[in-house]
């Protein structure tokens, strides 16, 4: 049993073992998605001592059978996914899932199906980071998609459902057109494994395929302007299903057009300019929703959007693998700074929702309320999302803006420093009125108790932090690739 | 003379299909939607295609049909909002444009055929003799273990999205002469069709589909009533197929080394014993999907 | 004229046809019935064009077999999430 294999297998198997025993189904979620962790971090120490990794399923290569890959992306990938996971796993099980707020005979239904759609996620993200094969990447998206929409209508209110359904629609949509890009390009070339894009990419057939399975991508990934169904789904949500959804989720559709975007050689230029044009709008758009956002959560799923536009802008004007720039490489760390900063702020949101008893930002300033460690975690994590040092996410836009540069590419420099800008105001709307000390706070004003949700989010939020000192580690890692 | 029957086929199909989606009656929409379906599976049969063309009749006309129809009675209808001519001349435009470009991109595509020359090698390797069954169950059995567990989460879904209690409303006393013909087929046909599919069009999917079709209508005729513990059998049987077919990759790579690679010689047995569970799981799941299942009592 | 040319027009057909009704209509069950003969449209295009001097392709059979398996599994959990919706607003 490799660890490969069993990277994706355990996972869905304790999601069976979690659906078939409610009572337990957390022992179940935390032992599997700690284990899970461990062989992750395995499998990246072999990668980084032997190179790319390759199983061919059944011992059929492609293009007949699956191969999965693991080379450094992937396992960063993996990576990520594990340990962010694990972190908010902790969290799910202190809080059942639910806010203490919540009234405690839901909260055994709602752990009852939060962990098997949560270990399902897992599986199916690892399956869809390991995958070779266009058509497999594709029933992998299916279960993410179930497994996230599920998360999403967890908490059973009326906004959460209807935000549910227009999810799995939005989602259904999205996997019938890289289905038929699929189909377009198995009629283009005859196979569908991702060995085989470079051949896509050489001809007009097999162009338009990829512009199908990218629009596809796009929706899934909440990329503007087919984002509709997102920010309702991820604010609707409880805090901590928000935090997977923004954090991990959207990640695998990003993380396969990266994929397809590296193996596509020259003949993707047009399909680049235009995620790049698409994700600069986003980014803007995400802003402009995220200033007038009036509550906490809507505010942080807009700034999701915006994100997703600059990790979609750096996808499409990094170029192929072949022009040795790296700058896909930065698109990859920011995808890293995100997951975790954006865990951290939808569980820190989660947090101060539950001391004030409501997340309007107008009222985020009440007199007799210090800041507590839940605030604290939110501006460090608004640290690195914006980019500013020593954060993973400076680092990012660093590298980036550095590649933009020495292709005098002056305008995407301007747009993503007019991005920044646009992220910084938005996140200091509550920072500062957060944070505050002083005159404004009234003589007999209390911390709030610290709860595990002060711990996870802070520890988030400062491995947001502390990757940006350490980033050598994942960049030499990125540099493993598969040949 | 097959020429003239393609055309009135396909002719029929996008008919329906039209006629399925402009009618505001419900229940004829869906009728509509069940013929459609049935007449592709025809013309799926037509183009070479006779396992796809039996899943599609069972499950993509049949089972759809009846998730629909049940939806049908409990959805109250929505407000009809008529949107203004220019905006629905526009949209038309556009999906004729579409649907244009589609033809064109699909016909004109060169195509490398690369495919059959593969599998009509390695076939006699793969212990079964029917291509399809083949590469759903070796070649690319992956693929297939992952579809299980898409059945599976959506089965979790409806569990906690579902109400409490589940009543499939019982159809009354002409269903009885239909359920005496019908269910014993039922029965008789899915093993049939797993144990051929080893060899002709058959196999897992399609004889789990008509072993739900069946259970289906014990139940819509009142002689299987869903009680809470019928309900979790049925979901133990539905969480095996995933467990199992996870736990048998697992175990095909402690054997052999590498995932999902069958033991020398033992293929078709390997092959056979999972198509079978696989089976009732699938049976279960799909009856699950359509009836729902109550939450666990909290007393 | 061949055979596959007929099939390839139906099933890009149906796919205009659900595009149209999608972008149209806004009750949910039509949406989901919209979907399916979307998919079925894809379904039909991909067999169609898999097809090679009268033998199918084996591996694209499995695929559309796949997608619709999958795409039950998807109308379930539409169906059950839009039953929901409404019983929550009658409440």
């Known amino acids: ?483 | 003379m097959s020429l003239a029957f393609d055309v009135l086929l396909a002719f029929g199909v996008v008919f329906t299909a039209a006629a399925a989606l402009g009618t505001h009656d419900r229940v004829a929409s869906i009728a509509g939607f069940v013929v459609t379906g049935l007449l592709v599976a025809l013309s799926l049969v037509r183009l070479g295609a006779p396992d796809v063309a039996l899943a599609e009749a069972a499950i993509g006309a049949g089972l759809t049909g009846a998730l629909l129809l049940r939806s049908a009675w409990r959805l109250k209808p929505a407000e009809s909002r008529v949107s203004p001519p220019i905006d629905r001349i526009i949209v038309a435009l556009i999906a004729v444009c579409l649907s244009g470009a589609l033809a064109w991109a699909v016909y004109t595509a060169p195509g490398a055929a690369l495919y059959p020359a593969l599998v009509s090698e390695r076939l006699a390797e793969s212990g079964v003799t029917n291509p399809v069954t083949a590469v759903l169950l070796n070649f690319r059995a992956w693929d297939t273990l992952l579809e299980i567990a898409v059945l599976f989460v959506a089965l979790i879904l409806v569990r906690i999205v579902a109400p409490a209690h589940p009543q499939p409303v019982v159809l009354g006393e002409l269903m009885l002469p239909f359920a005496r013909i019908v269910v014993p087929m039922c029965a008789f046909l899915a093993g049939h069709l797993l144990w051929q599919g080893a060899s002709v069009p058959g196999g897992a999917f399609q004889a789990g589909a008509i072993l739900a079709g069946g259970s289906l209508v014990l139940m819509l005729g009142g002689f299987a009533v869903p009680t809470p513990r019928l309900l979790s059998w049925g979901m133990m049987v539905a969480l095996l197929g995933l467990a199992v077919f996870a736990v048998a990759a697992l175990s095909t790579e402690a054997l052999t080394g590498t995932l999902l690679l069958y033991p020398d010689g033992a293929a078709k047995i390997w092959i056979l014993m999972i198509e079978a569970l696989l089976t009732l799981s699938i049976a279960a799941m799909l009856c699950l999907l359509f009836c729902g299942m109550p939450r666990r009592p909290l007393k | 004229m061949t055979s596959e040319l007929i099939y390839i027009c139906a099933g890009s057909g149906l796919v205009g046809l659900a595009f149209y009704r999608l972008a149209t209509c806004r009750d949910m069950l039509l949406r989901v019935l919209s979907l399916n003969v979307l998919a079925v449209g894809i379904a039909i295009l991909f067999l169609a064009s898999a097809r090679d001097a009268g033998m199918t392709d084996a591996v694209p059979q499995a695929f559309v077999l796949t997608g619709i398996v999958v795409l039950v599994a998807v109308t379930a959990a539409l169906l059950a999430l839009a039953e929901q919706i409404d019983r929550q607003r009658d409440e």
């Open chain 1, 1 to 483: 049993m490799s660890d490969i294999s069993l990277l994706v297998l355990l996972p869905l198997l304790a999601a069976v073992g979690a659906a078939t025993t409610p009572r337990t189904s957390g022992i179940w979620g935390l032992t599997a998605t700690a284990l899970t962790a461990t062989l992750a971090v395995w499998l990246t120490l072999d990668v980084f001592q032997d190179g790319a990794r390759y199983i061919a399923i059944s011992g059929w290569v492609a293009p007949l059978g699956i191969v999965l890959v693991a080379d450094g992306l992937a396992a960063l990938m993996l990576l990520m996914t594990s340990g962010v996971g694990v972190i908010v796993a902790i969290q799910a099980a202190s809080w059942g899932v639910f806010p203490s707020s919540c009234a405690s005979k839901d909260a055994e239904s709602l752990r009852a199906g939060f962990w098997p759609m949560w270990l399902a996620t897992l599986g199916a993200m690892n399956a869809l980071f390991l995958s070779g094969d266009l058509f497999n990447i594709y029933v992998a998206f299916e279960i993410l998609g179930l497994t996230a929409v599920g998360l999403t209508a967890l908490s059973g209110t009326r906004s959460a459902l209807r935000a549910a359904f227009d999810y799995l629609s939005a989602g259904l949509a999205g996997s019938l057109l890289l289905l038929l890009g699929v189909a377009l390009a198995y009629g283009a070339i005859g196979r569908v494994d991702l060995a085989a894009v470079p051949m896509l990419a050489d001809t007009i057939a097999g162009r338009i395929a990829l512009a199908f399975i990218v629009a596809g991508l796009a929706v899934k990934a909440a990329l503007f302007p087919l984002h509709f169904w997102m920010p309702e789904a991820h604010s609707s949500a409880t805090p901590v299903a928000s935090a997977l959804l923004s954090a991990l989720v959207v990640k695998g559709a990003l993380y396969v057009i990266l994929r397809i975007s590296i193996e596509g050689g020259a003949g993707m230029e047009a399909l680049r300019f235009a995620l790049a044009v698409m994700g600069a709008a986003a980014m803007l758009w995400g802003a402009w929703g995220a200033l007038r956002a009036t509550r906490l959560k809507l505010l942080v799923a807009q700034s999701t959007v915006a994100q997703i536009g600059l990790i979609t802008l750096a996808i499409g004007v990094a170029g192929d693998n072949l022009q040795q720039n790296g700058l896909w490489q930065a698109a990859a760390l920011l995808m890293l700074s995100h997951a975790l900063a954006k865990a951290a702020m939808f569980i820190a949101v989660g947090r101060i929702a539950e001391e004030l008893g409501h997340d309007r930002i107008s009222g985020l300033n009440r007199k007799e309320l210090r800041p507590g460690a839940a605030e604290f975690a939110f501006a460090i994590a608004s640290v690195s999302l914006i980019g500013l040092p020593p954060t993973a996410g400076f680092i990012g836009k660093w590298i980036l803006i550095d590649g933009l540069i020495a292709r005098d590419a002056w305008i995407w420099v301007a747009l993503i420093l007019i991005g920044t800008a646009l992220s910084a105001a938005y996140l200091s709307r509550v920072v500062s009125r957060c944070l505050r000390g002083g005159p404004h706070v009234a003589a007999n004003a209390h911390h709030p108790a610290w709860r595990i949700g002060d711990i996870t989010a802070l520890g988030l939020a400062t491995s947001a932090l502390v990757l940006g000192l350490a980033s050598a580690l994942p960049l030499g890692l990125l540099e493993i690739t598969a040949k």
